[in-house]
């Protein structure tokens, strides 16, 4: 390595400092707050913990490839099934809450987490939640910014 090969500096050679592709996706699309809530559901368990990185499902039969459903939680907890959606901000829409318990009812989830990153879930969500889930008979599992830091 010579002179004539540094992109910068007169001395010595600049250094460079490069975030992995991966890294970067992964941050960017704030993957960090499944793999919290992926870490306190398994903390949480008392015999065993599997789980699988987010899921793109797309219907059977379908000509495209656009997702009808992302999972960003999945993993089996002491033998229970648990789908869940992974949040920065606190926003959640009835329709996504309809949604995952649907899947659930297709394929015998038997509990639902919904984890923010925020401090809280509005109370309007939280009741969301609670009335939707109670109603289907699946145990909801609320994770927020405290909870899953806890875990760490």
């Known amino acids: 390595m010579t002179a004539e090969n540094y992109w910068y500096g007169e001395l010595e050679p600049g250094w460079f400092y490069k ?7 992964f941050l960017r699309h704030n993957g960090y707050v499944s793999c919290l809530a992926l870490e306190c559901l398994r903390q949480r368990s008392e015999d065993s913990f599997l789980f699988s990185c987010d899921l793109e499902l797309i219907k059977r039969g379908s000509n495209s490839r656009k997702p009808e459903f992302e999972l960003d939680i999945l993993a089996i907890v002491d033998g229970a099934v648990v789908l869940g959606e992974a949040k920065k901000n606190s926003k959640l829409e009835r329709r996504e809450i309809k ?3 649907h899947l659930a009812n297709q394929i015998g989830a038997t509990k639902i987490a919904f984890a923010t990153f925020a401090m809280s879930w509005g109370d309007e969500v939280l009741a969301e939640i609670v009335e939707y889930t109670d109603r289907a008979n699946i145990e909801s599992v609320v994770l927020t910014h405290s909870s899953l830091l806890s875990s760490l």
């Open 19 to 25: 975030l992995d592709e991966i890294v970067y996706q």
């Open 99 to 101: 949604k995952y318990l």
